[in-house]
């Protein structure tokens, strides 16, 4: 059974860093399209980035446009890892995040493929 641990989350100011590692057992990365998603309070849940387990696809990561240029994600396959690196951040970036997975080719930004949850971190971001 596939399960996800994110961690990493914390209060920051404004234009500060955060990294945010999202565990996986149970199955490989080498199969798995990770995803990173948000929800702030009274909003829906959103896609922030995603990475496909076949690398060298020219769409093999995505962001939301709101993070581009701002957040990177990467993937450690010795330790089955996504990471969600996050910098310059915003009050409007505070949110809990979650990271969710599914088997296949491509990463999306939307949840409907993903099938497997973890539980969240929270990121507050003010000064």
């Known amino acids: 059974q596939l399960q996800l641990a994110e961690s990493g989350g914390g209060a920051v100011q404004p234009g500060g860093s955060l990294r945010l590692p999202c565990v996986v057992s149970?199955?490989?990365?080498?199969?798995?399209?990770v995803a990173w998603f948000r929800q702030a309070p009274g909003k829906e849940r959103e896609g922030v980035s995603c990475?496909?387990?076949?690398?060298?696809?020219?769409?093999?990561?995505l962001y939301v446009d709101s993070v581009m240029g701002r957040f990177t994600i990467s993937k450690d396959m010795s330790k089955n890892t996504v990471y969600l690196q996050m910098s310059r951040l915003k009050p409007e970036d505070a949110a809990d995040y979650y990271c969710?997975?599914?088997?296949?080719?491509?990463?999306?930004?939307?949840?409907?493929?993903?099938?497997?949850w973890g539980q969240g971190t929270q990121v507050t971001v003010s000064s």
């Open positions: 990475i496909s387990a076949v690398d060298d696809l020219d769409d093999a990561t």
């Open positions: 969710a997975a599914f088997a296949g080719v491509n990463c999306a930004l939307v949840p409907f493929p993903y099938t497997d």
């Open positions: 149970g199955l490989t990365l080498r199969y798995l399209n």
